[in-house]
């Protein structure tokens, strides 16, 4: 056993870590690891121009070109491998191509290539079993125990033994057979499963017979569901036909509004986007309609599930899908309100504690204190002169533009402008501030049927 783990080692220690085969040539570099010649120059001729030369197995840098030379030492192990497994038998696992055998088991007599020898060694009912070198071919016939010519053979160990092994050994009381009535005995087995196939390949036969049948009775299931299938299509056309009616219809719509002289509306109905509200960001103080359209404030604290979506501290909900590219529009019905705030927001706006809505860069807003309007984003404030009271507001959002509107939705009027490559998905929020002062009226989101719903 000991030789044959020496071996092993010396077949590792004259392997190639490249190409996985025998040296040819082999040279050192300074980090002491060993490559064919023809290896290493091929792995340092690919190096990139700004690189280190390297090791290519433990990767160690070298500033200059390493200087490869001979290393004889291996190249003498490699001669000595070769010239043994040059007279050594082949393995008897390897039927692709003749590998040499670096051991011989004499109980299993087999011969074993290194890649075979591993799982024979390693599986412990086999460990008891002698290994030798293969080129002791003539002990592969002898018994380990009495050194006499195998010659008969144990029935119950499935072995070959020698003639005092059936004496003196432990298959005394075995059934014990020549060579030649062991054979007779296995051709019989090999008739009895010969005989075996024979019926399984009737026992098949029956059964493609079988298949057949079925393969006609489908057949005829398939033509009764193409009948089937043709009747459904025909109905289906009919179908078709009405939606297509319903399509042309839709399209002189479309053509209407394409005919719109007034730039404003045209892009209003244009881009009209649904806007709903998400209930899991609502302040616990808001309440929202059931289409979540509408939103109102309330004294009484609605009781809700912890998120951390919510707003905690100020009276925001966000709408419940936000933009990443495109152009969209909406509008804000803010009549009968005193106060309130209207905007977008990005979805990392924080939601605990005094966060107010343009206070930051991650959010703009519109907002309405009595007949003061004023507009924020990163803590910067605007005035907006608006004569009268506004009604409506419309927001007018081009994100792949970078661009963001607050409108007088009534007098199709821009009120305030902001340009910003937006980075993250950007959500409708609305605040309608609490009922001091009278400030009773809900904030809605007013439903425009925009080309998407025709």
Not at 392 to 399: F, K, M
């Amino acid at each position: 056993i000991a030789n044959q783990y020496t071996l092993l080692n010396l077949k590792d220690e004259i392997t190639c870590s490249i190409c996985l085969q025998l040296f040819i040539y082999p040279v050192t570099l300074n980090c002491l690891h060993s490559f064919c010649l023809r290896c290493v120059q091929d792995h340092l001729k690919h190096k990139l121009s700004s690189d280190n030369y390297t090791c290519p197995e433990c990767h160690t840098e070298f500033v200059d070109k390493p200087r490869l030379f001979k290393n004889a030492e291996l190249a003498t192990k490699v001669e000595q491998m070769s010239k043994c497994q040059e007279r050594r038998p082949v393995c008897d696992y390897c039927f692709e191509e003749d590998v040499p055998a670096v051991m011989g088991c004499i109980q299993c007599e087999t011969f074993f290539c290194v890649t075979h020898l591993r799982p024979h060694s390693e599986k412990a009912t086999l460990k008891d079993h002698a290994l030798m070198d293969p080129s002791e071919t003539t002990s592969l016939r002898k018994c380990v125990d009495h050194k006499e010519t195998l010659k008969l053979y144990c029935k119950e160990d499935r072995a070959c033994i020698c003639t005092l092994c059936s004496i003196i050994g432990q298959h005394k009381k075995h059934t014990i057979l020549t060579f030649e009535e062991a054979k007779s005995e296995v051709q019989v087995s090999v008739r009895i499963c010969f005989l075996n196939f024979c019926k399984a390949v009737q026992h098949y036969k029956e059964m493609k017979s079988l298949i057949e049948d079925d393969e006609q009775q489908t057949l005829l299931f398939i033509e009764a569901e193409r009948q089937a299938a043709t009747m459904y299509i025909e109905v289906q056309t009919k179908e078709w036909v009405e939606e297509l009616d319903d399509l042309t219809r839709t399209i002189q719509q479309i053509n209407t509004i394409l005919n719109q002289s007034d730039s404003f509306r045209f892009l209003k109905v244009t881009y009209a986007t649904t806007v709903t509200l998400d209930p899991v960001t609502a302040n616990e103080n808001l309440i929202l309609s059931e289409d979540r359209t509408i939103v109102r404030y309330t004294d009484e604290i609605q009781k809700s599930p912890y998120s951390p979506k919510r707003f905690d501290d100020t009276l925001y909900v966000l709408g419940s899908e936000g933009f990443t590219f495109g152009i969209h529009y909406w509008e804000l019905v803010v009549k009968s309100k005193s106060d309130w705030e209207v905007g977008a927001a990005y979805t990392s706006m924080p939601r605990k504690g005094k966060s107010w809505l343009g206070r930051n860069d991650v959010s703009w807003s519109l907002e309405c204190s009595g007949d003061q309007y004023t507009t924020w984003h990163n803590n910067i404030s605007q005035k907006v002169n608006i004569k009268g009271k506004l009604e409506r507001v419309g927001v007018y959002l081009n994100y792949t533009g970078g661009g963001l509107v607050f409108y007088d939705a009534e007098k199709l009027l821009p009120l305030v402008s902001f340009y910003h490559k937006f980075t993250e998905a950007l959500y409708p929020i609305l605040n309608p501030c609490n009922s001091k002062g009278g400030n009773f009226a809900p904030l809605a989101i007013l439903q425009l049927k925009g080309i998407g719903h025709i």
